[in-house]
């Protein structure tokens, strides 16, 4: 998270038009600040998406352990 600069990254990203594009919504607390950043595919490359990648991973773990 640190390495995305996830906390100094704009609320929301403009989401480029397209219906078949996923859409992530993505809320960090840490302590007493929270921060909520809203993105689309293609994600651009870098920390960020490696942070979503990591988190759609672990999704994917949690809907499979019920």
């Not at 870098?46 to 942070?51: M, N, S, T």
Request: hydrophobic share 40%; net charge positive; glycine share 4%.
């Amino acid at each position: 998270m640190a390495r995305s600069a996830f906390f100094a990254l704009p609320e929301q990203r403009p989401l480029p038009h397209g219906a078949d594009q996923r859409t992530y919504t993505i809320t960090i607390e840490d302590d007493a600040r929270s921060h909520t950043l809203t993105l689309s595919d293609p994600l651009p490359a870098g920390d960020l998406r490696v942070l979503v990648d990591r988190l759609r991973w672990h999704q994917a773990v949690a809907r499979r352990r019920g």
